[in-house]
Nanobody
Framework: QVQLVESGGGSVQAGGSVRLSCEASGDIHLIPYMGWFRQAPGKKREGLSLINPYGTTYYLDSVKGRFTISKDNAKNILFLQMNSLTPEDTATYFC??????????????????WGQGTQVTVSS
C-alpha cells in the first residue's frame, strides 16, 4: 500500500507564492510516477504537473512558467512550488501517484493513489 500526505496549503494574496509538499510512504516502488492535481469548487479535477522516474517534468499549459514540480527521492517527498498566484488558482490541491505515467491535461481517472488534499486560497 501507499500513503500520500500533503501539506503546505493556506491563504495567500494574489501575486504570492505557496509551496506544497507530499510525503509518500509504504510501497514506494509502486509509484514511480507522481504529480499534482487540483479541483476548484464547481469545477472538474485537473492535472497540473507530472514528474517521471527519470526526473522529467510536464506541466499543464496554464501553469507552465509559474509552477515547478520537484521530488526529493531520498526522502520520498514531492513538491509543487507555485508562484504568481491568482484567485483562479484557488482550489484543493491533491498529490497523486501511479505505476504508469499520464498525459496532461488529465482528469485523474484511473490514477490509483491520492493524498487527502490541501486547500490553497488566493485573495485579490
Amino acid at each position: 500500500q501507499v500513503q500520500l500526505v500533503e501539506s503546505g496549503g493556506g491563504s495567500v494574496q494574489a501575486g504570492g507564492s505557496v509551496r506544497l509538499s507530499c510525503e509518500a510512504s509504504g510501497d514506494i516502488h509502486l509509484i514511480p510516477y507522481m504529480g499534482w492535481f487540483r479541483q476548484a469548487p464547481g469545477k472538474k479535477r485537473e492535472g497540473l504537473s507530472l514528474i517521471n522516474p527519470y526526473g522529467t517534468t510536464y506541466y499543464l499549459d496554464s501553469v507552465k512558467g509559474r509552477f515547478t514540480i520537484s521530488k526529493d527521492n531520498a526522502k520520498n517527498i514531492l513538491f509543487l512550488q507555485m508562484n504568481s498566484l491568482t484567485p483562479e488558482d484557488t482550489a484543493t490541491y491533491f498529490c497523486a501517484a501511479h505505476s504508469g505515467g499520464w498525459s496532461l491535461p488529465h482528469s485523474g481517472m484511473a490514477i490509483k493513489y491520492w493524498g487527502q488534499g490541501t486547500q490553497v486560497t488566493v485573495s485579490s
